[in-house]
T-cell receptor, first 116, second 116 residues
Framework: AQKVTQAQTEISVVEKEDVTLDCVYE???????LFWYKQPPSGELVFLIR??????QNEISGRYSWNFQKSTSSFNFTITASQVVDSAVYFC?????????????FGTGTRLLVSP | GAVVSQHPSWVICKSGTSVKIECRSL??????MFWYRQFPKQSLMLMAT?????????EQGVEKDKFLINHASLTLSTLTVTSAHPEDSSFYIC????????????FGPGTRLTVT
């Protein structure tokens, strides 16, 4: 079975704080993709990153960074020096081979509130 | 980048009427499109997988006679909510899948349906 767990339902931080959003996934596949999406209040899903299961290199993009640890089945997302515009719901998602990469399995999302 | 549009972005209809939502891939061809439903403060729930030229595959618990899906071309899929009821009020999001690796799904901006 495939499953994505985002244990943090809601996180509140003050601007300029660093924040890490956790994502733990379950799959028996050795080949899969992992994604993070941002959903601002407008509702549109914004793609942030895709990572395949064979690439464990951490990635940094501006204030965003991702830590992929296959040993713990985690794909955590860190925002450095958070800003009010980062306030949104963030979804982690798994796309496993055994569905022919057909299905995205979403976590329940983490709502991030960044206050000034 | 790949762009997916949805029309309308929001719609209000009366109970008992039907409403059609369009999903278009604007700059690429999509053999496969997906329809998701999202209730407030919840995650995305896959409703069905739409394959061009064939019948849609519905997820368990989704009424295929109520949510009619047509994927008549490589750039257009439609979702028709028939005999809508207030409980069908939700945010409907479509995505279009790229035809090769990494099989990424590109999401539309969503359609907010309110049934009165």
């Amino acid at each position: 079975a495939q499953k994505v767990t985002q244990a943090q339902t809601e996180i509140s931080v003050v601007e300029k704080e660093d924040v890490t959003l956790d994502c733990v996934y379950e799959t028996r596949d050795t080949t899969y993709y992992l994604f993070w999406y941002k959903q601002p209040p407008s509702g549109e899903l914004v793609f942030l990153i895709r990572r395949n299961s064979f690439d464990e290199q951490n990635e940094i993009s501006g204030r965003y960074s991702w830590n992929f640890q296959k040993s713990t089945s985690s794909f955590n997302f860190t925002i450095t020096a958070s800003q009010v515009v980062d306030s949104a719901v963030y979804f982690c998602a798994l796309n496993p081979l055994n569905t022919g990469f057909q299905k995205l399995v979403f976590g329940t999302g983490t709502r991030l509130l960044v206050s000034p | 980048g790949a762009v997916v549009s949805q029309h309308p972005s929001w719609v209000i209809c009366k109970s008992g009427t039907s409403v059609k939502i369009e999903c278009r891939s604007l700059d690429f061809q999509a053999t496969t499109m997906f329809w998701y439903r999202q209730f407030p403060k919840q995650s995305l729930m896959l409703m069905a997988t739409s394959n061009e030229g064939s019948k849609a595959t519905y997820e368990q618990g989704v009424e295929k006679d109520k949510f009619l899906i047509n994927h008549a071309s490589l750039t257009l899929s439609t979702l028709t909510v028939t005999s809508a009821h207030p409980e069908d009020s939700s945010f409907y999001i479509c995505s279009a899948r790229s035809q090769g690796p990494p099989y990424e799904q590109y999401f539309g901006p969503g359609t907010r349906l309110t049934v009165t």
